[in-house]
């Protein structure tokens, strides 16, 4: 039997209606200890209802617990934030969200339905201020010639270039794994691929000066930890210098053409395509070259990494056994049509969806119908350019009516394809590359 979905996808009314206060926290973390009758809202919960309501709210100190703010009155699916429609909002953290698989048909993902992941508080949007003196710092050990850069500068001083880039968070799909590991229960949403548009991070590091001893990178950027404790930050993490001096490693400001928008990292980020998302630092204001291995917040410990081997699931692995992830696995996603609808009887039906492969290329595309047994191949697409994804489609044919599951099943340039159901369990969840089944109804 397929197994249930454990993350629970219910709308913003569902939610309140069973515990609004307990809904509070999910949604603003606002803790129970912290309010008064009235329910202050902690900082961090405010800064998530500001952003989610489109500003500053002058009387939140007068808010009632477990209240719904009015602004989401017509919601009665998927809760929305402001600026982003129709994600899906995790339950752990004050803004994480994702996108259902048949937002994301189209071929580059727009801003309202690019997924969010923040492991701490975004910067306050009111005071960025005026983003053309938002500064850049280029330090680290292995820097001979530190330096900072206004992004006015930036733009004025390197090369601009646009690419597609897939950014999909190393803990997409950990939803599915058993037994089930912490984290956001991403399903298979924490996924997009947009135009970004910036300077190569290799011109401004070369122009910094890269000492021969260097080895990594590693970013910072405005937003806070979740405690705001001033001395820690949220997470700050690299990459090897190699990955760094790809041509597709980039220091953008644009999406899509157009500002990035707040919560995916306004006004500046670090755009390092096919590796878990986290190497993409939002809110970018320094980067370091290092001459080892960059330690900064979530570098350590278990974070982003899987046991270097494969062990039973459930297993304990301890610090020295996890290795970092590089490229993310070969995988794929059905966007069309969407899961669940009932369609007539007809000829043929089209499918069409996205596959993208890490640092590889997607080689060849399958779909099935009879829950693996056999696959039939679809048509796929080059990539607009290295590490954007690509898409495909197939026509199918189905006998009679009934209920089905459409499968896809996506194979990298190295002949490694997707697993048809679950991939190796690793202790904290990440990299679930299994294929991406929906239903369809054929009456
Ligand atoms: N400064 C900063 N950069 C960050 C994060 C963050 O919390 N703060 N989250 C990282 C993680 S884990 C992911 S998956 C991506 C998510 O990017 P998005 O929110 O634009 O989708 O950003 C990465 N960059
Ligand atoms: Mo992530």
């Known amino acids: 039997?397929?197994?249930?979905?454990?993350?629970?996808?219910?709308?913003?009314?569902?939610?309140?209606?069973?515990?609004?206060?307990?809904?509070?926290?999910?949604?603003?973390?606002?803790?129970?200890?912290?309010?008064?009758?009235?329910?202050?809202l902690k900082k961090s919960g405010l800064v998530a209802m500001a952003a989610a309501l489109g500003g500053f709210i002058p009387f939140a100190s007068k808010m009632p617990r477990g209240l719904i703010p009015a602004a989401f009155a017509a919601e009665s699916e998927a809760f929305s934030i402001e600026g982003k429609e129709g994600l899906m909002v995790l339950n752990d953290r004050p803004i994480n969200a994702e996108t259902p698989p048949h937002l994301l048909d189209d071929e580059f993902t727009p801003a309202k339905h690019f997924f969010v992941r923040n492991n701490g508080l975004p910067p306050d949007p009111g005071a960025i201020g005026d983003t053309s003196k938002w500064e850049l710092e280029i330090a680290g050990e292995s820097c001979t010639n530190p330096q900072k850069f206004t992004l006015a500068e930036l733009q004025k001083r390197f090369k601009h270039y646009t690419y597609a880039i897939t950014l999909e968070c190393?803990?997409?799909?950990?939803?599915?794994?058993?037994?089930?590991?912490?984290?956001?229960?991403?399903?298979?949403?924490?996924?997009?691929?947009?135009?970004?548009?910036?300077?190569?991070?290799?011109?401004?590091?070369?122009?910094?000066?890269?000492?021969?001893?260097?080895?990594?990178?590693?970013?910072?950027?405005?937003?806070?930890?979740?405690?705001r404790d001033p001395t820690k930050d949220a997470i700050s993490r690299g990459v090897p210098m190699e990955k760094?001096?790809?041509?597709?490693?980039?220091?953008?400001?644009?999406?899509?053409?157009?500002?990035?928008?707040?919560?995916?990292?306004?006004?500046?980020?670090?755009?390092?395509?096919?590796?878990?998302?986290?190497?993409s630092g939002k809110w970018l204001n320094k980067i370091v070259i290092r001459n080892k291995v960059h330690d900064g917040q979530k570098m350590n410990g278990q974070a982003y990494r899987i046991s270097c081997e494969s062990v039973a699931p459930g297993a304990k692995v301890a610090d020295e056994d996890m290795c970092i992830i590089h490229s993310m696995p070969v995988?794929?996603?059905?966007?069309?049509?969407?899961?669940?609808?009932?369609?007539?009887?007809?000829?043929?039906?089209?499918f069409r969806g996205k596959a993208w492969a890490g640092d590889?290329?997607?080689?060849?595309?399958?779909?099935?119908?009879?829950?693996?047994?056999?696959?039939?191949?679809?048509?796929?697409?080059?990539?607009?350019?290295?590490?954007?994804?690509?898409?495909?489609?197939?026509?199918?044919?189905?006998?009679?009516?009934?209920?089905?599951?459409?499968?896809?099943?996506?194979?990298?340039?190295?002949?490694?394809?997707?697993?048809?159901?679950l991939p190796g369990w690793n202790p904290k969840g990440y990299l679930n590359n299994a294929c991406h089944r929906i239903a369809v109804q054929v009456a």
């Open 1 to 40: 039997m397929p197994k249930c979905n454990k993350k629970k996808v219910i709308g913003i009314h569902e939610l309140h209606a069973g515990d609004p206060i307990a809904a509070d926290k999910i949604l603003w973390g606002r803790e129970s200890d912290s309010y008064t009758r009235r329910g202050f």
């Open 170 to 227: 190393g803990g997409n799909g950990r939803s599915e794994f058993n037994p089930p590991a912490k984290g956001n229960q991403w399903s298979t949403g924490a996924v997009g691929c947009s135009n970004w548009t910036g300077v190569r991070l290799r011109d401004v590091l070369e122009a910094c000066g890269i000492k021969d001893n260097a080895i990594y990178i590693g970013y910072y950027g405005a937003d806070s930890h979740l405690s």
């Open 244 to 279: 760094a001096l790809e041509d597709e490693s980039l220091i953008a400001w644009r999406f899509n053409g157009e500002d990035i928008p707040h919560l995916n990292g306004f006004p500046l980020r670090l755009i390092i395509g096919g590796w878990p998302a986290s190497v």
């Open 331 to 350: 995988k794929s996603l059905i966007t069309y049509p969407k899961s669940g609808v009932t369609h007539a009887l007809k000829d043929t039906f089209e």
């Open 360 to 421: 590889l290329e997607v080689e060849k595309m399958e779909v099935s119908i009879d829950f693996g047994s056999t696959w039939q191949l679809a048509k796929l697409e080059k990539p607009v350019n290295r590490l954007a994804w690509q898409i495909w489609s197939a026509k199918l044919k189905f006998q009679q009516r009934g209920y089905y599951e459409v499968w896809a099943r996506a194979t990298d340039s190295k002949g490694t394809a997707q697993p048809t159901i």
